[in-house]
């Protein structure tokens, strides 16, 4: 594997360990344009290394489609940061790029591979809460550096795009949408505080998924740090903290029943970004059929689209 655009804060803390510490992945070559210890300072060059088979791709949001494409037109498989691209439009041209020239495409999306999260989804589906009432996520932290290219909208900036997939993907996945079928959400609202750019700072949404199911959520970078899920039904609820990126310790989740009962279920606990990189090598050397295919991105994006037009 490579990497363009190693000197990006997930691709040094998270991304680049998980290649290392993975067994069916090989960290082979690195390109940053302001990284001095990168292998290479072109991106160009790194995608004609012929010992690169797969890239990762933790550029801004407004760069994920030119360097994917660029990516498989050279036959390099592309693990690309979430989310696939600022908007559905383009995230699918990306995924017929891919398609067209043979290469697997997936989305970065870290938390759908630790194991809490599929728990907790068949636990909600198995009956443990009862009915699904509301599943309401949280994912906000201030990004001070007022530089970063997050509050730029050219570099696809916003908190939407930056965190929505992490409360998006649970709620439906708790209503039993799947994302291709985002269609399904009914109605969406949508509030949006912008800086002086025009770049969403924060984004709250509401969403329909009939039957007097509802999903809320907020993301920002501007209020203090927190990363909360909770599902309400009429039997029960569970609350889980750190609910986007769990790590090695997180191997449980409480079920409080309508009596105030408690009760504790444990999963297994690992590291979702060697999990994410194990499955992407097992899509390219096909002995994994991929769990999250282009299409689910795609479908998530609209879903987004929905709600930015909303807020406007």
Known sequence: MGVIGSSSTVARLAVLPAIEASPSAVLTATASLSDPAAAYH????????????????????????????????????????????????????????????????????MTFFHPRHRLLEETVAGGAVGELLLAHAEFTGVLARREDHRYRPEMGGGALLDVGIYCL???????????????????VSALARRNEAGVDTTFSGWLDFGAGRSGSFLCSFEAPEMQRLRVVGTDGRIELERAFTPGSSDASLVVT????????????????????VEHFAAVVRGRAAPARPPEVSVGLQRLVDRLQEAAR
Do not use: F
Request: hydrophobic fraction near 45%.
């Open 42 to 109: 072109s991106y160009e060059d790194l995608l004609a290394d012929e010992a690169v088979e797969a890239v990762y791709v933790p550029l801004p949001n407004s760069l994920h489609a030119e360097w994917t494409e660029r990516a498989a037109r050279a036959g390099k498989h592309v693990l690309c940061e979430k989310p696939l691209a600022p908007n559905a439009a383009q995230a699918a041209e990306m995924a017929a790029a891919c398609a067209k020239a043979g290469v697997v495409l997936m989305e970065a999306y």
């Open 257 to 276: 029943d309508r009596d105030g009962e408690r009760r504790s279920i444990a999963s297994e606990a690992l590291d979702p970004y060697e999990a994410m």
């Open 169 to 187: 993907s649970p709620l439906l996945a708790l209503a039993g949408i799947e994302p291709v079928l985002s269609e399904k959400v009914r109605r």
